[in-house]
């Protein structure tokens, strides 16, 4: 499907200091400044620009003007001449890469990213060195903009690129290209920025690549809120001052899962997009040094994506990978464990044990993700045999798919979180 140009400038996550860290308003605030900043951070390869032209060029198949772009596209396209190519009038690569990241479109965002780390250099190149007010003139929804203003928006993020001007005059002129409905009304965004509060996002003065004076922010920026103005017989001020994530403590608002490099294939996966997420973690994977901690993880989500795909031998492939490392990362000076349940011996074996659970008989519970199975093991025998699950993957009560964590309440009944089914179902174990 050919991706849409949105009629609308960009779209805005609001964060609110009001309210609770998360809390419906603020997610999409910190999910978008998540997932950027992890793609930023993901090194990009030679093939990430060809697979985004082979996509195009089918996407684009039916249309000869556009195909002869992207060819061009291809065969000239230079990491420090991206802005170039990004202010080319008439072309396909702005208007595709915003109404990317305007509608938030995930995988085609993954594609883009090589693009977007090119633009995020070459900004930097072009940082201004001294505060600047610059101007943006919007036309926003009259809901939209009394929702901000109802729900004590503190903070804004665009999460497109966001161009400015110099001039206020100039600003406003542009609202006779817009096309002003009954329910909209005209806002000009008063930005007030500061080079020096730029860390991740730079902003950058490219007004020698167009007819006028232009300042162009990057994706996921944040402008702090002062006040908004209301004017008899012109357009609504938002007066708005470029920040960074210490000034609204961002890394407090995200936990330690959140701020995880895994959480965004985990993310994705959850959302059902694990091609995506397969690549992610193959990128992730990629980049990290041999005796990272971390791989041994990522190994097993690898595994897991996959075997959600149905690749179940490339699925084992990683998974014994995993089994591998953590053996070699004990040798290189950790402590050793000792096997108290399953292992390569045992009559009953765990293939993918995750969940855990120790009673005051010291009998040990596992919950066996790759066979659906919950195990139980006792001090004396290392085999007692499966008490749940065991019957393949599936939706009825006496299956599973994918158990993570089990418990056991006063009456000695079983409880499991049956992660891909998406439920937690409990089991009398006494009379089973």
């Avoid at 991206?82 to 990317?100: H, I």
């Avoid at 109802?150 to 006779?176: E, G």
């Avoid at 930005?191 to 994706?219: Q, R």
């Avoid at 659970?357 to 290392?382: M, Y």
């Amino acid at each position: 499907m050919v991706i849409k140009i949105s009629k609308k400038s960009f779209s805005i996550n609001g964060y609110s200091l009001h309210n609770q860290s998360k809390t419906r308003l603020n997610i999409p605030f910190l999910f978008s400044q998540i997932f950027l900043d992890s793609l930023l951070k993901l090194k990009s390869n030679e093939n990430d620009q060809n697979n985004l032209i082979h996509y195009l060029q089918h996407e684009y198949e039916n249309n000869p003007n556009e195909l002869n772009n992207i060819q061009q596209f291809k065969e000239n396209y230079l990491s420090n001449k991206v802005l170039w190519w990004y202010k080319k009038k008439d072309f396909f690569f702005s208007s595709t890469l915003n109404a990317v990241l305007k509608t938030e479109n995930l995988s085609m965002m993954f594609l883009f990213r090589s693009f977007l780390f090119d633009i995020k250099e070459q900004l930097r190149k072009y940082q201004s060195k001294q505060r600047l007010k610059v101007y943006r003139s919007q036309i926003m929804s009259i809901g939209d903009y009394y929702y901000y203003i109802n729900n004590a928006i503190s903070y804004l993020s665009i999460n497109s690129f966001l161009s400015t001007t110099k001039s206020y005059s100039t600003a406003c002129s542009l609202f006779d290209q817009l096309d002003i409905g009954s329910e909209s009304m005209k806002v000009i965004f008063e930005i007030n920025a500061d080079p020096n509060v730029v860390t991740s996002k730079p902003f950058g003065d490219i007004s020698e690549l167009s007819n006028h004076s232009e300042i162009l922010f990057m994706p996921g920026s944040i402008f702090r809120v002062e006040k908004c103005v209301y004017e008899l017989n012109g357009p609504n001020i938002i007066q708005m001052t470029l920040c960074n994530e210490n000034d609204l403590n961002l890394n407090e608002q995200i936990d330690n899962d959140m701020a995880n490099p895994r959480l965004i294939g985990k993310i994705l996966s959850k959302m059902g997009k694990n091609d995506l997420a397969e690549k992610y973690f193959q990128r992730l994977i990629e980049q990290l040094s041999s005796n990272d901690s971390l791989l041994a993880d990522l190994y097993e989500d690898l595994s897991q994506v996959l075997s959600q795909l149905g690749n179940d031998q490339m699925s084992k492939t990683w998974y014994e990978k995993s089994i591998v490392f953590k053996q070699q990362y004990q040798l290189m000076g950790k402590s050793i464990g000792i096997v108290v349940a399953g292992g390569l011996d045992a009559l009953i074996k765990t293939d993918y044990a995750e969940g855990l659970f120790v009673n005051h008989l010291g009998e040990i519970f596992v919950a066996d993700n790759r066979e659906r199975k919950i195990t139980c093991w006792s001090p004396k025998s290392k085999n007692v045999g499966v008490i749940v699950g065991g019957n393949g993957k599936g939706y009825q009560p006496n299956k599973l798919n994918w158990p993570k964590g089990i418990a056991f309440d006063r009456q000695n009944n079983l409880y499991v979180t049956d992660s891909f089914n998406s439920r937690v179902q409990r089991f009398d174990i006494n009379n089973s």
